[in-house]
């Protein structure tokens, strides 16, 4: 006999707050989690931006598995048997949170195969908690659909907004109060907590469920509502791509803007929270903006970033507000149109299963796939491109204006691709880029049209924003690295004489991301002498020449490779050890024959330790290096956990009583010296700063501008240097030293935009301050 619903009572029937706090609240411990987790484990992978999508790649799949549980419980008749079950396995979860921790028993963390190690790691830390209470949402939504089905209590889907705002203010807590006020090892707690409370705000309301199961005597049951039509296989494959599309997107523009800042919550956080707006406008009963002003926005929106997705990686601030416009609005014309094919509620659990599908090939798609099939970051432009194709098809044949403004637009594109291999980017190629994008704008009615004139623009745009002649691209987890070509201008001031022939020849490079990571010169007279940020007229430079000019024999450690450039210092009586974490990285700058400072250049022995350089240096022996330099950098951005007061104290144990620590610090969007400065002196060393200027005369490639910190264990270690004018006194008060459960990146950020944009920041910057303790 199965459970049967208490009869209707009077229409208008009030919705117990249980259910929206218990929505409420499993929402936000799933998505207050999914940062914090995250972050836990983001340095035992480098701090690669990849951490973040492999992560939401798998909370995508738990949060599926969770759905899909809800879905199958959905199919057992008794209410009282369904909630049972469901308290049973929240219990059964919860044990293993004692509290929330990271599982050792997938081992070390493997280079070779970090998404996979990473997925492991991440199912046996938090899988089964995390799906079994994503879970609750769609079921408390479903037992709020049976017990008030005909009461006038409203459509389960009005909790949809609850479970949203639940996530919503989640997310924004994290970054903005958890992660600046409390140690990691308190928001484990905290969470664990919070999870065992929602266990008992759970337990309440199934009383309430279980109690209207029940058919009080001499009352007849409610006669059984008439089935609907199951959802077709058409309309299903429809949810699924509408969901996977901004699910992409939203992966495809954190990387995107992690690449140059740093992979860290308050990036993580902003598109996932935009993420969630869409959906709570999109099933709000008056939506706060229409879907015809979203179609409208959204169309200006994507043409817009389409034709800057290509040029350069100043102005953050511009970059953030472009792609994350674009973002919310383009999820938001998915969102409203998925909302507008929802089915009846009997099919609730099978359309969020849909839902949730979607965002797993989304998702999966950009962190699975995508990096085996594209040796760049095709995955972002190509799903710009798609999303259109949410948008209305419009009908009836093309008007004679359409016609001319799509062919416009075409010839434009082509016109600008050839013109920009002839003359360079001039104003004129930019203006036809210009009229193909309004173009994209124009036929916003369009889909199928807008779809093709957006492939040729992005054609276009990368063609015109490009203009390195690019030898190879390559891909791995940890980003893409291009290996290219420059010719070095002759049209330069007068040089000094050694510097009288470098101009004209031809230099290879090699970018991570939007980044130089090194270069080096064909011409044999220059051929093994390091250039850019390791020349000799630079500080890193200036410590290397420094120390061999009163050792003949240098230990010398190296925190990532680059195309291993300070291998030109080493010198027969030397011994250079790289720690790299990407194995692509020592393949091309040791095994390509592109470059060959480790192979040709260094006259001693030069040997690599593969692996995150906190967890490998460990392993190194004490007092053995008389020079370690940090210059680990993903993109521009470095592993904040490279550089707490954790980290630099146990550098500081691996240097030699007069060795030297160099921190390369330059960054071109987070100001990173002054938490450099305040470390040092929180891990027990005493510190010096160069901010070094590329002179005037200099010609390009020849060195590059550079912030660096030399810290040793002694004052005397740093005599020679203190002599030397271009260093200066360390400034350790400045700001709040970071550690491993406190990095202040937002802070850092803040301040490199208060530095291009003058005092307009500073009240910005101090409101922070004073939030985070600076």
């Known amino acids: 006999m199965t459970d049967t619903i208490e009869a209707p009572r009077a229409a208008g029937t009030t919705t117990p707050p249980l259910f929206v706090v218990s929505v409420f609240t499993s929402a936000a411990l799933v998505f207050m989690v999914q940062p914090m987790v995250a972050k836990l484990v983001l340095p035992l992978l480098g701090g690669s931006p990849a951490v973040w999508n492999t992560s939401m790649a798998f909370f995508q799949i738990a949060l599926l598995v969770g759905y899909g549980y809800a879905h199958v419980l959905q199919k057992i008749q008794h209410v009282r048997r369904q909630i049972t079950v469901h308290i049973a396995a929240l219990v059964i979860a919860g044990l293993t949170l004692f509290p929330l921790s990271i599982s050792t028993l997938a081992g070390e963390p493997s280079s070779n195969h970090p998404a996979l190690w990473l997925l492991a790691v991440l199912t046996l830390s938090i899988g089964l908690p995390f799906a079994i209470l994503s879970a609750t949402a769609p079921l408390v939504q479903a037992w709020h659909a049976r017990v008030f089905r005909g009461e006038g209590a409203g459509e389960p889907y009005s909790l949809y907004a609850a479970s949203n705002l639940g996530s919503l203010l989640a997310l924004l807590a994290y970054p903005v109060v958890m992660e600046p006020l409390q140690t990691l090892q308190a928001q484990r707690w905290t969470w664990s907590g919070g999870y065992w409370a929602f266990v008992l705000i759970l337990a309440a309301l199934a009383m309430l469920v279980?109690?209207?199961?029940?058919?009080?005597?001499?009352?007849?049951?409610?006669?059984?509502?008439?089935?609907?039509?199951?959802?077709?296989?058409?309309?299903?494959?429809?949810?699924?791509?509408?969901?996977?599309?901004?699910?992409?997107?939203?992966?495809?523009?954190?990387?995107?803007?992690?690449?140059?800042?740093?992979?860290?919550?308050?990036?993580?956080?902003?598109?996932?929270?935009?993420?969630?707006?869409?959906?709570?406008?999109?099933?709000?009963?008056?939506?706060?903006?229409?879907?015809?002003?979203?179609?409208?926005?959204?169309?200006?929106?994507?043409?817009?970033?389409?034709?800057?997705?290509?040029?350069?990686?100043?102005?953050?601030?511009?970059?953030?507000?472009?792609?994350?416009?674009?973002?919310?609005?383009?999820?938001?014309?998915?969102?409203?149109?998925?909302?507008?094919?929802?089915?009846?509620?009997?099919?609730?659990?099978?359309?969020?299963?849909?839902?949730?599908?979607?965002?797993?090939?989304?998702?999966?798609?950009?962190?699975?796939?995508?990096?085996?099939?594209?040796?760049?970051?095709?995955?972002?432009?190509?799903?710009?491109?798609?999303?259109?194709?949410?948008?209305?098809?419009?009908?009836?044949?093309?008007?004679?204006?359409?016609?001319?403004?799509?062919?416009?637009?075409?010839?434009?594109?082509?016109?600008?691709?050839?013109?920009?291999?002839?003359?360079?980017?001039?104003?004129?190629?930019?203006?036809?880029?210009?009229?193909?994008?309004?173009?994209?704008?124009?036929?916003?009615?369009?889909?199928?049209?807008?779809?093709?004139?957006?492939?040729?623009?992005?054609?276009?745009?990368?063609?015109?924003?490009?203009?390195?002649?690019?030898?190879?691209?390559?891909?791995?987890?940890?980003?893409?690295?291009?290996?290219?070509?420059?010719?070095?201008?002759?049209?330069?001031?007068?040089?000094?004489?050694?510097?009288?022939?470098?101009s004209g020849g031809e230099v290879r490079l090699l970018a991570h991301g939007t980044t130089l990571h090194g270069a080096q010169a064909v011409d044999p007279r220059y051929h093994c002498r390091p250039l850019v940020y390791y020349a000799p007229e630079t500080p890193i430079g200036q410590v290397f020449t420094a120390r061999q000019a009163v050792s003949p024999a240098l230990r010398i450690g190296a925190v990532g490779l680059g195309t291993g450039s300070v291998a030109g210092y080493v010198r027969p009586g030397d011994h250079l050890t790289f720690f790299e974490i990407d194995p692509l990285v020592i393949r091309i700058s040791h095994d390509s024959g592109q470059f060959d400072y480790t192979t040709k250049c260094a006259r001693g022995p030069v040997d690599f330790v593969l692996g995150d350089a906190r967890l490998t240096l460990e392993k190194q022996p004490k007092d053995a290096f008389d020079i370690l330099l940090i210059d680990a950098f993903s993109s521009d951005a470095v592993p904040a956990h490279l550089l707490t007061v954790e980290a630099v104290r146990g550098y500081l144990t691996h240097i030699k009583p007069d060795g030297v620590l160099i921190l390369h610090l330059s960054n071109r969007n987070l100001e990173l010296t002054a938490p450099a400065m305040a470390v040092a002196r929180a891990a027990g060393g005493h510190a010096l700063l160069q901010e070094h200027r590329v002179p005037s005369n200099s010609p390009n490639m020849w060195e590059s501008s550079e912030d660096a910190l030399i810290i040793a264990r002694t004052p005397q270690a740093l005599a020679r240097f203190r002599a030397d004018p271009r260093w200066t006194p360390s400034r350790p008060d400045l700001v709040r030293p970071w550690t491993d459960d406190y990095t202040n990146l937002v802070g850092a950020m803040l301040r490199r935009m208060q530095e291009r944009s003058g005092p307009m920041m500073e009240n910005l910057k101090d409101a922070w301050s004073r939030l985070t303790g600076k």
Request: aromatic content about 10%.
């Open 210 to 502: 279980w109690k209207r199961a029940e058919i009080p005597a001499g009352q007849a049951a409610v006669a059984p509502v008439k089935a609907t039509p199951a959802p077709t296989w058409r309309e299903r494959a429809i949810w699924v791509a509408l969901a996977a599309i901004p699910s992409s997107l939203m992966l495809g523009v954190t990387a995107h803007l992690a690449t140059d800042v740093a992979s860290a919550p308050f990036l993580w956080v902003a598109p996932l929270a935009l993420y969630l707006v869409t959906f709570i406008i999109a099933f709000q009963t008056k939506p706060a903006i229409p879907r015809w002003a979203t179609l409208t926005f959204q169309a200006a929106a994507v043409a817009a970033c389409a034709a800057t997705l290509q040029f350069g990686s100043n102005g953050i601030e511009l970059q953030i507000f472009v792609h994350l416009a674009c973002f919310f609005l383009t999820a938001l014309v998915c969102h409203q149109a998925l909302v507008a094919r929802r089915p009846d509620p009997e099919h609730l659990t099978e359309f969020y299963l849909c839902m949730s599908l979607g965002g797993v090939v989304g998702g999966s798609f950009n962190a699975f796939v995508a990096p085996v099939i594209f040796r760049s970051v095709l995955e972002y432009p190509l799903m710009l491109a798609l999303s259109v194709l949410a948008r209305p098809w419009g009908r009836g044949r093309l008007t004679t204006v359409q016609m001319f403004l799509v062919a416009i637009g075409l010839l434009s594109a082509l016109m600008a691709a050839v013109a920009v291999d002839q003359v360079g980017p001039t104003l004129s190629v930019k203006l036809a880029l210009a009229a193909t994008t309004v173009t994209v704008f124009l036929m916003r009615d369009r889909a199928l049209l807008m779809f093709a004139l957006m492939v040729t623009l992005l054609f276009s745009a990368s063609a015109v924003g490009d203009r390195v002649d690019v030898i190879r691209t390559d891909r791995s987890f940890f980003g893409v690295l291009r290996q290219s070509r420059l010719t070095v201008p002759r049209t330069w001031p007068t040089p000094p004489p050694e510097m009288a022939n470098f």
